[in-house]
């Protein structure tokens, strides 16, 4: 009943909206402010999740740290790039309303490796607010470019293709 409300009604598709719109705003600014700070490296951060698997009562899971310390760490360039352009373009869709189920997503991708790596701050409240939209589906973009960008796709995807035709 709830799913149900979350996916039709006018009024969640409002209050989704707004929730949207500030998981964009949480999102986007976090991003430009790496993109435009000049110097940001995840290396540290990487560094001191690493630290926090050891310990009688660990804050990162071992296996996450042998991720971080085996692969992340080596290619910290690759997510010196990746983390802020996310952050910055998951923002961008949720503000917009475009390909918002795809953007929330990814930001749950994120939220989710940064709650693994040991950093709570606000990735839970996220995640919570996120679930609604993941659930409402594509009334959480319906105030939003998705009301027109969706449906343009669904005639795209669903022409059948054109038969090829021999000339004799």
């Keep these: 009943m709830f799913t149900h409300w ?3 009604n006018v009024v969640a598709r409002w209050l989704l909206t707004i929730i949207r719109v500030y998981l964009g705003y949480q999102w986007i600014t976090g991003g430009w402010g790496k993109i ?3 110097g940001f490296d995840a290396g540290g951060f990487m560094t001191g999740a690493i630290e926090k698997a050891t310990g009688d009562h660990p804050a990162v899971q071992t296996w996450f740290a042998n991720f971080l310390e085996h692969f992340a760490l080596p290619n ?6 990746l983390v802020p352009w996310g952050e910055f373009l998951v923002g961008l ?6 390909f918002t189920t795809f953007a929330v997503l990814m930001g749950m991708v994120m939220n ?3 709650l693994m790596a040991g950093t709570v701050s ?3 409240q996220m995640i919570a607010l996120e679930i609604f939209i993941v659930v409402a589906g594509f009334n959480a973009g319906r105030i939003g470019l998705d009301y027109y960008v969706i449906p343009y796709l669904r005639r795209i995807i ?4 054109r038969e090829l ?3 004799k």
């Design 6 to 8: 979350l996916r039709e």
């Design 36 to 38: 435009t700070g000049g």
């Design 76 to 81: 910290v360039k690759l997510f010196n790039v």
């Design 93 to 98: 869709g949720l503000i917009l309303g475009t």
């Design 112 to 114: 989710f490796a940064f």
């Design 122 to 124: 606000t990735n839970a």
């Design 158 to 161: 669903g022409r059948k293709p």
């Design 165 to 167: 035709t021999i000339d």
